[in-house]
């Protein structure tokens, strides 16, 4: 019979193979740096829940799963820790823990929501005729489409209104939480009720950055995610 060590160490063992087959989906090309590359394909695999909350992620079998040396797995460790996605752990195995967003989804969507109202308000005395046009397109384009397909319209629809506000800065913000609801835990629960409000709301948000109004423009923004994050919600507690 194997020792509780031995247990452990075939758990881990088998863990460790599982996150590499993971990985192995987002391979590392060689154009831009190498640690900036580590960093967006584990925050990717997290996000979309191919490495799962909970699992233990080291250096060595990071390096070794994407061909790469360990020094960029180190700072991209670095980096995933700042962004709350992972966490050290004080233990004799080494590495650190995949952190479970799930448990803090409700303080993340306010934050996002936060920093898409603010994003939209600049938005609406910067926002550019080409821009206007864009959203028009976007709008148009989601009447006919596929569920994939809205899925990417509407990410569009809300960075092109992040882009319109002229600020880098936020645009990366808004861009790094939208992605937390980019899994297919949330994705999986958006039907065509949300799809039709999404639409009809996504108009109405055109109609008013057209008209350069701010106060109107904040007011359909929050109940436009409000609807959605609710139907979310009441999607994931009925299973």
């Known amino acids: 019979m194997k020792s509780q060590t031995g247990r452990l160490k075939d758990t881990e063992s088998k863990s460790a193979d599982g996150i590499a087959q993971n990985l192995a989906k987002f391979p590392v090309a060689r154009t831009d740096r190498v640690a900036d590359q ?67 989804i409700t303080e993340i969507y306010f934050i996002r929501e936060a920093l898409e109202i ?39 629809f809300h960075l092109t209104i992040a882009e319109a506000a002229g600020s880098p800065r936020l645009l990366a913000m808004v861009r790094s939480f939208r992605e937390y609801f980019g899994s297919r835990r949330w994705i999986s629960r958006q039907d065509s009720k949300m799809a039709r409000h999404a639409l009809i709301d996504h108009k109405k948000i055109v109609a008013a950055l057209r008209s350069n109004s701010p106060d109107t423009l904040e007011r359909l923004l929050r109940k436009h995610l ?9 999607s994931a507690e009925n299973g």
């Open 118 to 156: 603010c994003a939209a308000r600049l938005a609406a005395s910067r926002i550019t005729p080409e821009q206007l046009q864009k959203l028009d397109s976007l709008v148009k384009e989601a009447h006919h489409a596929s569920f994939k397909e809205r899925v990417r319209i509407n990410q569009e």
């Open 226 to 234: 409000k609807l959605g994050w609710h139907e979310l919600l009441t």
């Open 38 to 104: 580590v960093y967006r394909q584990l925050r990717q695999a997290i996000l979309s829940e191919e490495i799962a909350p909970g699992a233990r992620l080291r250096e060595n079998e990071i390096a070794a799963a994407l061909q790469v040396s360990r020094t960029p797995v180190r700072e991209a460790i670095s980096r995933l820790i700042g962004d709350w996605l992972v966490r050290e752990v004080n233990s004799g195995t080494g590495g650190v823990e995949v952190s479970d967003m799930m448990a803090e």
